[in-house]
Structures are given as C-alpha cells and as structure tokens.
C-alpha cells in the first residue's frame, strides 16, 4: 500500500534559516524536494567523498575478517603506528594497510613467478655464468623445447648442455659467439637466483600475514567507530543536499523550501511549525507533483518487494501492485519449477537461511518457503517427483489419485490439448483481466469514475462472453434467461467502450462522440490483437514445467541404463554420481527459469494491463 502524503511549502527568512534546519531535522519526518537538479558544492562534495572513504574501509576490513579471521595473531598494539587520536588518522591507516596489502602481495606473485621459471635451472650463480662468458669468450643461451624435439647435433654445434627434463620438456644450454641457429624457446630468466626468490615470498608472505594481522584486529575493535562514521558523512550529505533544495526569494532574504510528510505526521509537524512560528502552507499533492512514495505492506507481501524495485518503486499516482502479483509469482515459481522434489529442496534451503541465516538473509529464507511449498504442490497435482511420473509407477499407494494428476496420463487432455497447457492460458486470461481492474481503479483514483468506465466495461464484456461461449463449449447448457441477460450486460459494455473512453473529449460537444467512437475502434484492434499476445505467452508457464520433468527423466533413466550392467554392489556408486550430476544441472536451470519467466510475465504482460508506471522516488525523511 502506497502511504498518503502531504505536500510542506516553507518560506523562512535568512536570518532564521540554520535554526530552522537543524529542528527540521531533528523532528525526521519530512522529505525535502531538491528543487535545483544536477548541482552541487564543495561540501558536499567533500561528504560524498568520505562516506566512499568509510564504506571502502569497511567494505576492506570485512573482507579481511571473513577470509583470514582465524588466522590472526591477538597482540597488545594491534594498530601499529596508529594509536586511535581521531577517526580521520584511522581511515588512512586502513587506506596505507591496503595499499600495503597490494603491493606485497605483488611481490609475492613476482617472486613466484621467478622462482617458478627458475625451478628447472636449480640454484645457480649468475656470477659464475658471466665468469664463464668472460674466460669462454661465448655467451650462454637458455632454452627450453618438449623432450623428443631435442636434437643431438646441437650438442655438436653449440655445446647444447641438457639441464633438466620437466613436465615432458628439455631445458638446456647452449654456447656460440652468436646467437644460435636453434628450433626452440629461448628463455630471458631473471636476474636473481631461485634461492633469492623463494626467501623473498617467503619474506613477503610474512609481511601480509602481519598486515592482516593488524587489519583483522582493526576489523575487531574499531568497526563501531567506522559504522559511527559512515553515518555522520551520510548525515552531512543529506544536511548538504538540503542546501542545495531551496530557492532564495526577495534578493536572498527569503528562501523556499518544497518537502513532503506522511498524511498520519501532517499534524505533528505543523503543531511544531507553529511554535516555531515558520510560515508554511500545509496541502494535497497536485497530479503533477514529484511525490515520494512509502510503501507499507504487511509480513508477506513484504517479501516480494525486492522482485517490485527490480522493476521500479510505484510512483505515487499508481496502485501498489506488490499484493497482487504476490500470489501469481508464487504459482508462476511453482509452475515453471515444476517438480515436488525439486520444491523439497527450495523449501528445506528456505527453512535453513530463515532459521540461520543473518538478518539480511531471512527474509529471502522465508521467501524460499513459499516458494518451496507452492513448487512441491503444484508437483505433486502434476504427478512429477526428482523426474519420475508419479502416473507411471505402478505403487499401490497412487492407485485412488492417479486419475487426478493434472497430466495427459491423468486427467487426460482438455479440448485435444495439455491440461496444463489450458490451465496456463486460464491462469493468464485471471491475471491479465485482474491488471485491467488495477487500470481502471487506478483511473478512478487519479481522475474520478467517469474515466475507469471504458477500462471496467472491457472487463465486464469479455467476462460475459467468457460465461457466454465458454460454458457452453465444456458442455453446460445456459438458460435463454441468462443468454439473454449476457447479451444484453455485453451490449452496455459497448456504449461504455465506444462512447466513454475519453470522457475528456466531451468538452466538444461535437467532436467528443466521434473522438469516442475512433478511440473504441482502436482499443478494440488493440485488445484483439495484444490480448491473445498475452495469453499465449503464460503458455511458457506449462513448457518450462515440462521441460524440466523431462529432464529429470533422462538422467533418471541414464544413471539406470548406464550401470545395469554392474554387480549391484558396484552399480549404486556410479548411479548416485549420475543422479547428482544430472539432477544437479536440471535444477539449477530450473531454478534460474522458475525466476526468470514469472518475472516476465509480471513485468510486460501484468504491468502493462494495469497501467503500472512506476519510476516512484522513495521517501527519506530528512533526519540525523
């Protein structure tokens, strides 16, 4: 539910106008409008800077604690050359760590690297090879070339010296005046010895070792202080944006300020406006106002309100639609998963992050659950369990419901189609017809009932026609009374949709019928041709479902076809890696569809019926 909201107007005098905002923002209930977009100051400017500073240095200490935590050394002087004066000193000392931290740890991989193309070599002395150049009067050569390419006649030639065979490859030497006519890799090898470059990783490891140390204990001891931090330099922003969010009115005497309350906080605010004796005009919010949006919803639609901001926050003239794509999600989840083993697994993660998880995690656990259990039921009404067809398996136990399963081999087809196939279409036809009542609502809220009448006449002429033409194809015989009395609701339908879809029109009296009328024709080319659109592609809601029991089959059938040859105390090892595996891939496929493909159908096909607009900037009161 989108909270009321009421629109603050504030004049306030130069002189009064710091004392004003710091008991603005002391009360925290008022959002301020930025009334000049795209500018800045050096203030704040500054404070954006130091919240990146802030949030960095948490964002580093808190990686340093999850991965080297335990392996951190507890000393008396944790910080080392900082001795906690200021909170400024201790960001750089964080910012001097992890600059530390990349360049040891960039020695560490040059000494590696060295190390590792000195390994063939062994340890040897590069003075000795330059006293052998000296008194040889030829140069050294190194090279390198896979071992059944080494040719004898090198040695001949060039005193090609075989070092070492590693990794299948022949690493040598060879001696010439100039450099040798040799098919092979010559190798630059650094100037340092291996020896060298291992005590210098050696070295540099214990360097990072002790800069985590001393990082780790940062993380420990001072994270409040950073949080603290953190917080002030986001204040500071919000107070230096507030700034910039008024106009200066009679030379720069007077300054306007725009902000926006919650309709249940009008009251309060203007009783301590009052004793402040500011000058403020207290109203509703005109259609074209930039209002910011509250979003209350209760314990469970709350869970899906990350799957709304993907999309977008509600701007203020919409409906909030969180309630009511909720539940379709749920069965989009449930239908695109398509597998009670599968929604075992959702449901029991879910139980797991709900119970254990931090207090970020849970509230996603407890999406999980939902999910998990719409999945396992629509699995089991559709007779699939981990890819076993429930109607296939001659258990006892499934004899009474197996005529029951929403399947081919169950219920059987529905009009020569898949009973899921037409569920799908139905299920769509519910949702699509249910976002055009959300359009024509959202009409009547924003411009009155006279607007909402083409939208809800729709509604009710294709739910005539439905119980018109539909029953009677699945075999129900209506009484001529109702024929009749259908005809006749479909007939009145017509009037609205031809002559009152534009009731704006209407102040010329002239043209406003015919302007109706044109209007009509075009919504009617457009409901022909987008509504079957529509239905047809809930379609993918049974194609996915199906798609993923099908799967599972296979690999079912894999790992038994593939090990019935074997003693049956060999052949469960292989199946169950099999089961794994294909299972493995099925349900992570599965998964990333069941999220995908319902988010679709929420976002083009619900959105687009009700008329969602979204773009909604959220509220943020103005407060410490």
């Not at 931290?101 to 003075?127: S, V, Y």
């Not at 090279?143 to 010296?161: G, I, L, P, R």
């Amino acid at each position: 539910m989108i909270e009321k909201m009421k629109k603050l107007t504030f004049l306030v005098t130069q002189k009064e106008y710091d004392g004003f905002i710091d008991g603005l923002r002391e009360q925290g209930v008022v959002h301020i409008q930025q009334l000049k977009q795209g500018q800045t100051s050096p203030a704040l400017q500054k404070a954006l800077e130091e919240r990146q500073r802030y949030q960095q240095a948490l964002d580093y200490l808190k990686i340093s604690l999850s991965a080297w935590g335990k392996e951190t050394q507890e000393t008396s002087t944790p910080v080392g050359a900082w001795e906690g004066n200021q909170e400024g000193s201790l960001l750089d000392y964080i910012e001097k760590l992890k600059t530390a931290e990349l360049a040891i740890r960039h020695t560490i991989d040059e000494a590696e690297k060295n190390a590792q193309r000195l390994e063939p070599w062994g340890n040897f002395d590069w003075e000795k090879i330059q006293q052998l150049q000296q008194e040889s009067g030829l140069q050294v050569y190194f090279y390198v070339c896979a071992a059944k390419s080494f040719q004898a006649e090198w040695a001949e030639k060039y005193f090609a010296t075989p070092i070492d065979e590693y990794h299948k490859r022949t690493y040598f030497l060879a001696f010439s005046d100039v450099e040798p006519d040799i098919k092979a890799e010559r190798l630059e090898l650094p100037a340092g010895s291996l020896d060298q470059y291992r005590q210098e990783a050696t070295a540099a490891k214990k360097a990072l070792q002790e800069n985590h140390d001393q990082t780790c204990q940062l993380a420990r001891l001072y994270k409040d202080t950073l949080v603290k931090g953190l917080e002030q330099a986001q204040s500071e922003i919000q107070l230096r944006q507030v700034e910039l969010s008024d106009e200066s009115i009679a030379e720069g005497a007077v300054r306007l300020l725009i902000g926006w309350t919650l309709e249940e906080k009008a009251a309060d605010i203007a009783k301590w406006l009052d004793e402040k004796q500011v000058y403020y005009e207290l109203e509703d919010p005109a259609y074209e106002d930039e209002v910011p949006v509250k979003i209350t919803n209760d314990g469970y639609t709350r869970l899906f309100e990350p799957i709304l901001r993907m999309y977008s926050l509600p701007n203020y003239r919409d409906i909030d639609p969180s309630l009511f794509f909720a539940p379709f999600f749920m069965l989009f989840f449930g239908l695109c998963l398509g597998d009670g083993g599968y929604g075992l697994l959702v449901l029991l993660g879910g139980i797991y992050l709900a119970l254990k998880g931090s207090n970020d995690i849970k509230s996603y656990g407890r999406l999980g659950i939902w999910l998990g259990l719409t999945t396992t039921v629509c699995g089991l009404l559709t007779g699939t369990v981990f890819g076993i067809d429930l109607t296939q398996q001659d258990w006892a136990i499934l004899a009474p419901v197996k005529p029951y399963f929403i399947n081919d081999n169950g219920i059987g087809p529905i009009f020569g189609y898949s009973p899921m196939m037409v569920i799908s279409v139905i299920i769509g036809l519910v949702q699509v017809l249910l976002g055009m009542v959300l359009k024509g609502c959202k009409a009547w809220k924003n411009f009155g009932f006279a607007y909402a009448i083409g939208t809800f006449s729709w509604v009710i002429a294709l739910l005539a026609a439905i119980v018109l033409f539909g029953l009677p194809a699945c075999g129900i015989t209506l009484p001529q009374g109702l024929v009749y009395a259908l005809y006749g609701i479909i007939a009145l339908s017509l009037v609205g949709i031809f002559l009152y879809n534009n009731p704006s029109a209407y102040k010329n009296p002239i043209l406003g019928p015919l302007l109706n009328i044109g209007g009509g024709v075009w919504e009617t080319y457009g409901m022909a041709t987008g509504l079957l659109g529509d239905l047809l592609s809930y379609i993918r809601l049974f194609a996915l479902g199906l798609t993923g029991g099908v799967l599972g089959s296979v690999f079912n059938a894999l790992a038994y076809d593939m090990t019935s040859s074997m003693p049956w105390f060999v052949r469960w090892l292989p199946m169950i890696l099999i089961l794994l595996a294909g299972h493995g891939i099925t349900f992570a496929l599965s998964m990333i569809s069941a999220f995908v493909h319902p988010m679709r159908l929420t976002f083009v096909e619900f959105f687009k019926n009700a008329d969602f607009s979204g773009g909604g900037k959220e509220y943020t009161p103005f407060k410490k």
